[in-house]
């Protein structure tokens, strides 16, 4: 009896050590010894994620047009020692407390995925649109660090953000350089130079795993991808499939969506038959006033006249607008009405984020009669 009750107190002092006892730094292995999940990019082209158990691989390429650069960050709890056989640009430790963006396409995926409150910096503050945005900016809790091509290093790095989230037209911002010896770590984001409306859509999840959130990431973008799919097949029910005209003059040249362009998907997405869509181009067209007048005055849609809101602007700047069909039947739709407090474009925010709304506004011009309760959340009639 003894004897199995001093087993029982010795099995209890082992088992209540072992509840007790704190766990042992992380074993540092190498990356050939960890356990790798990729987890799914389906529509973006310019990042990868590789997750392991204590820390994410964050692969960016693709930051700029042309770009044959690609960048690696580590993303992990600072506790944590990474395998010495793994190579990258900067280590970011979670959970980051104090972030800098650099373009309001990336304000979106700071609100859905919940670290707006990290934002203590930005470029030019007063393009950013949305009202729960503006609304933390106005508690004077961000600082304007100028443009982006000019920006006050100065005050940046006094920021002591963990980390900057930035883009670049050519990989040549001096600023950054300086920003980084500071020890502000620069992490690019290429939405920008994606080429398809859930490709731009898809990079919530660079944020997610940025900022330790990538279950939030993985359900918003899903929810998204959803709606745009649900608004796609709902434009293929339409009986009429109208024609569509983009863009307009600025200094002599029409400026408009190449044939493969992001903005021109949306346009095959609503089911209407744009004017260019057969050429290649994934940027823009610039074209003649003459040209674009011989191949799309009969045009039934026109869709974002640059800046212009209403007709009588559009006629003092050239009264040849006239000859359009779309003008004169009353059928032109713009994005430059539709602006936050301060100024800023809403479309220019949100819209990469939220393709799905672009998609359901398209349809509310072209297919009125398959989407009556919808308002507009991008486009306005031009008055």
């Known amino acids: 009896m003894k004897k199995h009750f001093l087993t029982f107190i010795l099995i209890s002092v082992f088992l209540f050590s072992c509840q007790n006892k704190k766990p042992d730094k992380v074993q540092e292995k190498s990356t050939s010894q960890q356990t790798k999940v990729d987890i799914n990019i389906d529509y973006a082209t310019g990042f990868e994620v590789e997750s392991y158990e204590n820390y994410d691989v964050l692969k960016v390429k693709n930051s700029w047009p042309n770009s044959d650069q690609t960048f690696t960050y580590v993303i992990t709890k600072k506790e944590v020692d990474l395998p010495k056989d793994l190579n990258y640009t900067h280590r970011i430790n979670l959970p980051i407390e104090r972030s800098i963006v650099s373009s309001t396409t990336h304000i979106p995926s700071l609100i859905d995925l919940n670290v707006l409150s990290t934002l203590v910096a930005f470029p030019e503050p007063d393009y950013i649109s949305s009202a729960e945005a503006r609304e933390y900016i106005n508690d004077n809790k961000v600082l304007n660090i100028g443009q982006n091509q000019q920006l006050n290093t100065e005050l940046t790095i006094s920021s002591q953000a963990d980390v900057f989230v930035g883009f670049s037209m050519n990989g040549k911002n001096k600023a950054y350089g300086l920003i980084e010896k500071s020890g502000i770590p620069i992490v690019y984001n290429g939405d920008w130079v994606e080429k398809t409306p859930l490709g731009k859509a898809e990079w919530i999840k660079f944020f997610g795993v940025l900022f330790g959130k990538k279950d939030e990431a993985l359900k918003a973008f899903e929810s998204v991808e959803r709606s745009y799919n649900e608004m796609k097949l709902l434009a293929q029910k339409a009986k009429n499939k109208p024609t569509v005209l983009s863009g307009s003059l600025y200094r002599d040249v029409w400026y408009l ?56 602007k559009m006629t003092k700047q050239n009264p040849h607008y006239k000859q359009f069909k779309a003008f004169q039947n009353k059928e032109i739709y713009g994005i430059a009405g539709k602006k936050g407090e301060t100024g800023g474009v809403i479309y220019y925010e949100l819209a990469p984020n939220r393709p799905d709304l672009v998609l359901k506004d398209l349809i509310k011009i072209c297919h009125p009669e398959l989407i009556k309760e919808h308002e507009f959340v991008f486009f306005q009639a031009l008055k």
């Open 257 to 312: 969506p190449g044939g493969a362009s992001w903005q021109a998907m949306f346009f095959n997405d609503a089911n209407t038959n744009y004017i260019y869509a057969d050429n290649d181009e994934t940027g823009s067209l610039s074209l003649s006033f003459e040209s674009v007048l011989n191949k799309a005055q009969d045009a039934d849609i026109w869709i974002s006249p640059g800046s212009f809101t209403t007709y009588d």
